[in-house]
C-alpha cells in the first residue's frame, strides 16, 4: 500500500515564525501536492510538484513556498506565519499526472498559529 | 470557486439504510473521482468515473454521473456506522489539477 506520511500531526506556532510542514511518500511517485482544507471551503490546492526540483503554483500559493529536493520527499514551508493560515493541511501524492490518476493522502497536520 | 459542490452539506441516517450524496460541477471534465475522509483523517479514494461512463459500482457504492446536468451521485447502499465519514467529489478538467468540493458529512447511527 502507499504510504504517505505527514511529520507533525498537530503544530502550534506564533505570529511570524518560520513552519515547515513535511511529507515523504514511500512508492516512487512522481507527483506530490500540498492542500489545505477548512470548513466549508473543501479543499484547496496550494502547490503541487511532478517532478524533483519541480513546482507549480496551485490556487492559493500566497504565503507559501515549497521545495522537493528529493523524489519521496516534499516540504511546504510558511515564511512567517499568520493567524489567516491555520489550517488543517493535507499532503497527496499520485502515480501520474493523467486523467485517471486518483491521489493517495497523509493524515494531514493540523496547523494552530496564534 | 469551487468546481464541485455536494449537497446535502450534512445527511443523518440509520444503520441500514441507503445515503444518497450529490455533487455538482461548473466545467466539463475529464473524470470524476469520490473520496472519503474519517474525522481529522486524510483523504480515501473511492471510486473514479469517467466522462463517458454513466454508472459504476464497487462493493456498497453506486456511482453516476449525468454530463448533461453537469452532476454525479454517490449511493451507499445498506449503511453501517463505520461509513459515517466526510464524502468529497473531485473533478478534473483539462489540465493537471483535481478541485475538490466542500464535502458531504455522513452519520450513520447505530
Known amino acids: 500500500d502507499v504510504k504517505v506520511t505527514q511529520s507533525s500531526r498537530y503544530l502550534v506556532k506564533r505570529t511570524g515564525e518560520k513552519v515547515f510542514l513535511e511529507c515523504v511518500q514511500d512508492?516512487?511517485?512522481?507527483?506530490m501536492f500540498w492542500y489545505r482544507q477548512d470548513p466549508g471551503l473543501g479543499l484547496r490546492l496550494i502547490y503541487f510538484?511532478?517532478?524533483?526540483?519541480?513546482?507549480e503554483k496551485g490556487d492559493i500559493p500566497e504565503g507559501y513556498s515549497v521545495s522537493r529536493e528529493k523524489k519521496e520527499r516534499f516540504s511546504l514551508i510558511l515564511e512567517s506565519a499568520s493567524t489567516n493560515q491555520t489550517s488543517m493541511y493535507l499532503c497527496?501524492?499520485?502515480?501520474?499526472?493523467?486523467?485517471?490518476?486518483?491521489?493517495?493522502f497523509g493524515e494531514g497536520s493540523r496547523l494552530t498559529v496564534l | 470557486s469551487q468546481q464541485g459542490e455536494e449537497d446535502p452539506q450534512a445527511l443523518s441516517i440509520q444503520e441500514g439504510e441507503n445515503a444518497t450524496m450529490n455533487c455538482s460541477y461548473k466545467?466539463?471534465?475529464?473524470?470524476l473521482q469520490w473520496y472519503r475522509q474519517n474525522s481529522g483523517r486524510g483523504l480515501v479514494h473511492l471510486i473514479l468515473?469517467?466522462?463517458?461512463?454513466r454508472e459504476k459500482h464497487s462493493g456498497r457504492l453506486r456511482v453516476t454521473l449525468d454530463t448533461s446536468k453537469k452532476s454525479s451521485s454517490l449511493l451507499i447502499t445498506a449503511s453501517r456506522a463505520a461509513d459515517t465519514a466526510s464524502y468529497f467529489c473531485?473533478?478534473?478538467?483539462?489540465?493537471?489539477?483535481?478541485?475538490f468540493g466542500g464535502g458531504t458529512r455522513v452519520l450513520v447511527k447505530p
Open positions: 512508492m516512487d511517485h512522481e507527483n
Open positions: 473531485a473533478t478534473k478538467a483539462a489540465g493537471n489539477k483535481l478541485t
Open positions: 466545467t466539463s471534465i475529464n473524470n
Open positions: 510538484s511532478y517532478d524533483v526540483k519541480m513546482k
Open positions: 468515473i469517467r466522462s463517458n461512463e
Open positions: 497527496a501524492s499520485s502515480l501520474s499526472l493523467g486523467q485517471f490518476a486518483e491521489l493517495f
